[in-house]
T-cell receptor, first 113, second 114 residues
Framework: AQSVTQPDIHITVSEGASLELRCNYS??????LFWYVQSPGQGLQLLLK??????LVQGIKGFEAEFKRSQSSFNLRKPSVHWSDAAEYFC???????????FGTGTRLQVFP | DTEVTQTPKHLVMGMTNKKSLKCEQH?????MYWYKQKAKKPPELMFV???????INESVPSRFSPECPNSSLLNLHLHALQPEDSALYLC?????????????FGSGTRLTVV
């Protein structure tokens, strides 16, 4: 079945350090991939998305992600993390020809001053 | 207007009550969604409406009844819920055109069933 996997449940970084959150997908064709962020008790905000074309995608809040077909990955990166980036991050994908957006299990990011 | 508005933000209901959750968007999106999110878990899709018609029901129990009165509104009617239905209920909308895809989520309704 089509799915996305986030191997890291919890990541802790220092403020100002670089960040990479991992997302692996299993799908034959090029998937539609997304990264969302959720602050505690809040809804989800779209950071960026990839459908096709340039494999390096720029998003909001200084985030970027790179689609690597050879590694079946779509990792999220940020060169310098701010304390306000502490949140839950979800990788997601659209399944097949449906309107179903399916989420990975999430990675909780903690930022230390 | 680039928001999805959900009301109420918090709801406490008994197992014999009937209540409704409301979701509204004015972005012209033609697809709307209900998701359920338990604590420390990812959102799980419940229903999809596309052009005001129910297109996907993820085998959700009948005690949850969705309704899409028009292209801007989505309701979720609740009846005879169980304590395990306590969760954050998220509404989202999007254009059903894949190349324009990008769900916009509301901030959710925190539901507690007692």
């Amino acid at each position: 079945a089509q799915s996305v996997t986030q191997p890291d449940i919890h990541i802790t970084v220092s403020e100002g350090a670089s960040l990479e959150l991992r997302c692996n997908y299993s799908y034959g064709a090029t998937p539609y991939l997304f990264w969302y962020v959720q602050s505690p008790g809040q809804g989800l905000q779209l950071l960026l998305k990839y459908f096709s074309g340039d494999t390096l995608v720029q998003g909001i809040k200084g985030f970027e992600a790179e689609f690597k077909r050879s590694q079946s990955s779509f990792n999220l990166r940020k060169p310098s993390v701010h304390w306000s980036d502490a949140a839950e991050y979800f990788c997601a994908h659209l399944t097949g020809n449906t309107d179903k957006l399916i989420f990975g299990t999430g990675t909780r990011l903690q930022v230390f001053p | 207007d680039t928001e999805v508005t959900q009301t109420p933000k918090h709801l406490v209901m008994g197992m014999t009550n009937k209540k409704s959750l409301k979701c509204e968007q004015h972005m012209g999106h033609r697809a709307m969604y209900w998701y359920k999110q338990k604590a420390k878990k990812p959102p799980e899709l419940m229903f999809v409406y596309s052009y005001e018609k129910l297109s996907i029901n993820e085998s959700v129990p009948s005690r949850f009844s969705p309704e899409c009165p028009n292209s801007s509104l989505l309701n979720l009617h609740l009846h005879a819920l169980q304590p395990e239905d306590s969760a954050l209920y998220l509404c989202a909308s999007s254009q059903p055109d894949r190349d324009a895809y990008g769900y916009t989520f509301g901030s959710g309704t925190r539901l507690t069933v007692v």
